[in-house]
């Protein structure tokens, strides 16, 4: 991990410091609230439909155990609104019902406090941080390296990457390092403090495109040259929201020295012709989408200037480079370990373990295990104070010291011995977080939605949790095989709905929620193929008929997949090889199947 220096940390507690000012002028009526509100942004304070949210930064996902327990006290101590602040969230979440499930019972909204959430840009949220213990929260997120700079409003946001950066087989290069430089360089820039809109940058190192690159603001890839020269491939204007739109390649190759005068370029074009007359077309991919070959010849001629007029000043130097590496050097775990995965329980319940949760790792003496955050009762992705700090315990003793938040709202252990897997997973499954459900479609990535976020137009938890009770048979699941669902609460994505192998988005539909359901996206990966929005099948569904509409399309699946040797054809591919129009058909025929009572229930 990036071991901060004195600076970074005299310059944590001084924004912390900052902020306190800041927020004591707030409360005491010094600061109107419209001229507070960027201050409070800019450290990821947001106010939400019941309470004020928090987003701490974990940069491009890697985290320490030492912080795990410091937001495990955060949740333990300060995510604790008032009774009535509580309790009039309760009141609305009970008037709009719950959700009917296949064969009988409901699934009902989990207003939870005292938990961590971990989001799709590998930061960490909180949701009911009472806004006057705020500045208590910023100063003990400093006291272990954390804050919540540029967490949200128009600058350039998280850097983000794979989660099995630096230990992936099929990797050219750690993306890492160049992660930590272009997060250096984006902090508190004097220019693209206040952009169009805000900015994503994702990097990915390795063959399979993990970290969904192209469907970012900027997508960058590692590669080399014919000399062998490390590089990136620069994709420009992907991005969710109302307008779905693929990164475009806007060159194939830029010395891996040249990168940030390279983005200074990219980011200085957008700052100057992005949209800042209408928020919803004020993103990069709006101005890419509408410039096109243009908007590539102005960032050429931009960087050209940059290197010819200006010096080329963000170089970046050797001694930098191995600077910031040499905080990246795997951890001395693995001496004399094996590398053959022990045999001391074949329980077919540790074997689905191992197929599921236990990823290849360069070093053959080692493993990445991933700990499920999807589980009955829990909205995808949160965490409570004692799962935090359990986590913690785990990561201390198997990954030394390290875990990461994954794009699929799950935490990494990239350290594991081989030797350690069967301890794990005792460990793990203990504490309720080895459901060998990784990549399958309880897995899911889902927003808090409605339930939490006031821009949301529909629920998303009571929908993650009916499918989830629903495909409780692990059996059952296996069978199923690997499908990426993304549930989003409405058309700003936060769930990645386009890219889901299924989608659903809520939608307001005459003051009611209602989800409109989508089929074949992709994230990039290996498994999902080329970065595709998926295609809407239909009419949008009562939150009734979800639950059947997914059951629908998972058995046309099964009735349609071929064989593959002792397997089946996964889900991608069937619906790609026949088409979407059986599927359309299921999930349209499904509604039939939802009495009008029952729709009534929770409309």
């Given at each position: 991990?990036?071991?901060?220096t004195?600076?970074?940390?005299?310059?944590?507690?001084?924004?912390?410091?900052?902020?306190?000012d800041?927020?004591?002028?707030?409360?005491?009526?010094?600061?109107?609230?419209?001229?507070?509100?960027?201050?409070?942004?800019?450290?990821g304070?947001y106010?939400q439909?019941?309470a004020p949210?928090?987003r701490?930064?974990v940069?491009?996902?890697?985290?320490?155990s030492?912080q795990?327990?410091?937001l495990?006290r955060?949740a333990?101590e300060?995510?604790?609104?008032?009774?009535?602040?509580?309790?009039g969230?309760r009141?609305r979440?009970?008037?709009?019902?719950?959700?009917?499930?296949?064969?009988?019972?409901?699934?009902?909204s989990?207003?939870?406090?005292?938990?961590?959430?971990f989001?799709?840009r590998?930061?960490?949220?909180?949701?009911?941080?009472p806004l006057?213990?705020?500045?208590?929260?910023?100063?003990?997120?400093?006291s272990?390296?954390?804050?919540?700079?540029?967490?949200?409003?128009?600058?350039?946001?998280?850097i983000?990457?794979d989660?099995?950066a630096?230990?992936?087989?099929?990797?050219?290069?750690?993306?890492?390092?160049w992660c930590?430089?272009?997060?250096?360089?984006?902090?508190?820039?004097p220019?693209f403090?206040?952009?169009?809109?805000?900015f994503?940058i994702?990097?990915?190192?390795?063959?399979?495109?993990?970290?969904a690159s192209?469907?970012?603001?900027v997508?960058?890839?590692?590669?080399?040259?014919a000399?062998?020269?490390?590089?990136f491939?620069?994709?420009?204007g992907?991005?969710?929201?109302?307008?779905?739109?693929?990164?475009?390649?806007?060159?194939?190759?830029?010395?891996?020295?040249?990168i940030?005068?390279?983005?200074e370029?990219v980011?200085?074009?957008?700052?100057?012709?992005?949209?800042?007359?209408?928020?919803?077309?004020?993103?990069?991919?709006?101005?890419?989408?509408?410039?096109?070959?243009?908007?590539?010849?102005?960032v050429?001629?931009?960087?050209?200037?940059?290197?010819?007029?200006?010096?080329?000043?963000?170089?970046?130097?050797a001694?930098?480079?191995n600077?910031?590496?040499?905080c990246?050097?795997?951890?001395?775990?693995q001496?004399?370990?094996?590398?053959?995965?022990?045999?001391?329980?074949?329980?077919?319940?540790y074997?689905?373990?191992?197929?599921?949760?236990?990823?290849?790792?360069?070093?053959?003496?080692?493993?990445?295990?991933?700990l499920?955050?999807?589980?009955?009762?829990?909205?995808?992705?949160?965490?409570?104070a004692?799962?935090?700090?359990?986590?913690?315990?785990?990561?201390?003793?198997?990954?030394?010291?390290?875990?990461?938040?994954?794009?699929?709202?799950?935490?990494?252990l990239?350290w594991?011995?081989?030797s350690?897997?069967?301890a794990?997973?005792?460990?793990?499954?203990?504490?309720g977080?080895a459901?060998?459900?990784?990549?399958?479609?309880?897995?899911?990535?889902?927003?808090p939605?409605?339930?939490?976020?006031?821009?949301?137009?529909?629920?998303?938890?009571?929908?993650?949790?009916?499918?989830?009770?629903?495909?409780?048979?692990?059996?059952?699941?296996?069978d199923?095989?690997a499908?990426?669902?993304?549930?989003?609460?409405?058309?700003?994505?936060?769930?990645?709905?386009?890219?889901?192998?299924?989608?659903i988005?809520?939608?307001?539909?005459?003051?009611?929620e209602?989800?409109?359901?989508t089929?074949?996206?992709s994230?990039?990966?290996?498994?999902?193929?080329?970065?595709?929005?998926?295609?809407?099948?239909g009419?949008s569904?009562?939150?009734?008929?979800v639950?059947?509409?997914i059951e629908?399309i998972?058995?046309?699946y099964?009735?349609?997949?071929a064989?593959?040797?002792?397997?089946?054809?996964?889900?991608?591919?069937?619906?790609?090889?026949v088409?979407?129009?059986?599927?359309?058909?299921?999930?349209n025929?499904?509604?039939?199947?939802?009495?009008?009572?029952?729709?009534k229930?929770?409309?």
């Amino acid at each position: 991990m990036y071991q901060y220096t004195e600076f970074d940390r005299q310059f944590v507690r001084a924004r912390a410091d900052q902020y306190r000012d800041q927020l004591e002028r707030r409360l005491s009526g010094q600061l109107a609230e419209d001229e507070f509100r960027p201050l409070r942004l800019q450290n990821g304070w947001y106010v939400q439909r019941f309470a004020p949210m928090l987003r701490v930064a974990v940069p491009y996902g890697e985290i320490a155990s030492r912080q795990l327990r410091v937001l495990a006290r955060i949740a333990r101590e300060y995510d604790q609104p008032s009774s009535e602040v509580f309790d009039g969230a309760r009141q609305r979440q009970d008037s709009l019902g719950p959700v009917p499930l296949p064969g009988g019972g409901f699934a009902h909204s989990r207003l939870t406090v005292g938990y961590g959430h971990f989001t799709t840009r590998q930061n960490v949220q909180f949701n009911w941080i009472p806004l006057e213990k705020s500045a208590d929260v910023m100063d003990l997120l400093a006291s272990v390296d954390m804050h919540g700079i540029q967490t949200s409003g128009n600058c350039i946001r998280n850097i983000t990457t794979d989660e099995l950066a630096g230990i992936a087989p099929d990797e050219a290069a750690d993306p890492r390092p160049w992660c930590e430089i272009i997060r250096q360089w984006s902090t508190l820039h004097p220019e693209f403090a206040f952009l169009p809109r805000k900015f994503k940058i994702a990097i990915t190192g390795a063959t399979e495109d993990r970290a969904a690159s192209a469907w970012h603001d900027v997508g960058l890839q590692l590669v080399r040259d014919a000399a062998g020269s490390l590089g990136f491939r620069v994709l420009v204007g992907g991005g969710m929201g109302r307008t779905p739109v693929i990164a475009s390649v806007i060159r194939e190759f830029i010395a891996a020295d040249q990168i940030l005068n390279y983005l200074e370029a990219v980011v200085r074009v957008y700052n100057r012709w992005g949209r800042r007359d209408n928020k919803y077309k004020a993103r990069i991919k709006i101005l890419v989408k509408a410039e096109g070959q243009r908007y590539i010849d102005e960032v050429e001629a931009e960087y050209q200037a940059i290197v010819s007029q200006d010096g080329a000043p963000h170089t970046v130097t050797a001694a930098e480079i191995n600077r910031i590496s040499a905080c990246f050097l795997a951890p001395a775990v693995q001496a004399g370990a094996p590398t053959e995965l022990p045999q001391t329980d074949l329980s077919p319940a540790y074997q689905r373990w191992l197929q599921q949760n236990v990823a290849a790792h360069r070093d053959p003496h080692l493993r990445a295990v991933t700990l499920s955050f999807k589980r009955l009762g829990q909205a995808p992705g949160d965490a409570t104070a004692d799962q935090l700090d359990a986590a913690a315990d785990l990561v201390d003793r198997f990954s030394a010291g390290e875990a990461r938040v994954t794009h699929s709202q799950n935490l990494l252990l990239p350290w594991v011995r081989v030797s350690d897997l069967p301890a794990l997973w005792e460990a793990a499954r203990a504490l309720g977080l080895a459901s060998a459900n990784i990549g399958l479609i309880t897995d899911m990535i889902a927003c808090p939605g409605g339930d939490y976020c006031d821009l949301a137009n529909a629920r998303s938890l009571p929908i993650a949790e009916a499918i989830t009770q629903r495909y409780q048979d692990l059996d059952e699941l296996h069978d199923i095989g690997a499908i990426d669902l993304h549930i989003s609460g409405c058309i700003n994505s936060c769930g990645h709905h386009h890219s889901g192998h299924i989608g659903i988005l809520g939608v307001d539909k005459d003051g009611k929620e209602w989800y409109q359901v989508t089929l074949g996206g992709s994230d990039g990966s290996q498994l999902s193929g080329a970065a595709t929005p998926g295609k809407v099948v239909g009419p949008s569904f009562s939150a009734a008929e979800v639950p059947e509409v997914i059951e629908a399309i998972l058995d046309t699946y099964r009735r349609e997949r071929a064989s593959r040797g002792d397997r089946f054809e996964a889900f991608i591919d069937t619906l790609r090889r026949v088409g979407i129009d059986p599927f359309k058909s299921a999930a349209n025929g499904a509604r039939l199947g939802v009495t009008e009572d029952s729709a009534k229930e929770v409309a």
